[in-house]
T-cell receptor, first 113, second 113 residues
Framework: AQSVTQPDIHITVSEGASLELRCNYS??????LFWYVQSPGQGLQLLLK??????LVQGIKGFEAEFKRSQSSFNLRKPSVHWSDAAEYFC???????????FGTGTRLTIIP | EPEVTQTPSHQVTQMGQEVILRCVPI?????FYWYRQILGQKVEFLVS????????KSEIFDDQFSVERPDGSNFTLKIRSTKLEDSAMYFC???????????FGQGTRLTVV
């Protein structure tokens, strides 16, 4: 069965600093990987996804993520965070495309001035 | 921008009562999903629906749950006899196909008392 681990429950970063959110997955075949963001009172918004091809994927809002098969990781990065990036971030894995996504427990990001 | 709409945003119901959560997916989407998130826990897959039938369901989706697309626009989740442990945020999602972005609604918070 597929699973996702997000080891950091809460991260605090200064505005303008770089960010890396960790995600490790477990899946027997090539995974479909996603990062979603959830702002308070909002639904889940897709930041980026990896299906195949280039292992470095670019997403919206200046985010990127790198798929590393050898480490079973799909970490999310942003070179310079903005106060509006404060939200909950979820990593997810799918067996085939969007079907039956398995989510991690999420990482809450706090931005300090 | 097209969006998935869920109603109500918050529903309180008594244990044992039936509840119907409603979703209006994006109009040209063909795949529909329900997920739930118990407070403080992961987002969990419940069911996927395509071509007017369930294509996948999780072990959570037992006989107390059912889904329906009654009129070609709404997509509903019915819980026949609610239990306290059904209290959660329920998210509806839709996508055009399994390889394109899944759009999530803002969720319905269900509280069973």
């Amino acid at each position: 069965a597929q699973s996702v681990t997000q080891p950091d429950i809460h991260i605090t970063v200064s505005e303008g600093a770089s960010l890396e959110l960790r995600c490790n997955y477990s899946y027997g075949a090539t995974p479909y990987l996603f990062w979603y963001v959830q702002s308070p009172g909002q639904g889940l918004q897709l930041l980026l996804k990896y299906f195949s091809g280039d292992t470095l994927v670019q997403g919206i809002k200046g985010f990127e993520a790198e798929f590393k098969r050898s480490q079973s990781s799909f970490n999310l990065r942003k070179p310079s965070v903005h106060w509006s990036d404060a939200a909950e971030y979820f990593c997810a894995v799918g067996a085939y495309g969007n079907e039956k996504l398995t989510f991690g427990t999420g990482t809450r990001l706090t931005i300090i001035p | 921008e097209p969006e998935v709409t869920q109603t109500p945003s918050h529903q309180v119901t008594q244990m044992g009562q039936e509840v119907i959560l409603r979703c209006v997916p994006i109009s040209n989407h063909l795949y529909f999903y329900w997920y739930r998130q118990i407070l403080g826990q992961k987002v969990e897959f419940l069911v996927s629906f395509y071509n007017n039938e369930i294509s996948e369901k999780s072990e959570i989706f037992d006989d107390q749950f059912s889904v329906e697309r009654p009129d070609g626009s709404n997509f509903t989740l019915k819980i026949r006899s609610t239990k306290l442990e059904d209290s959660a945020m329920y998210f509806c999602a839709s996508t055009q196909n399994i390889n394109t972005e899944a759009f999530f609604g803002q969720g319905t918070r269900l509280t069973v008392v």
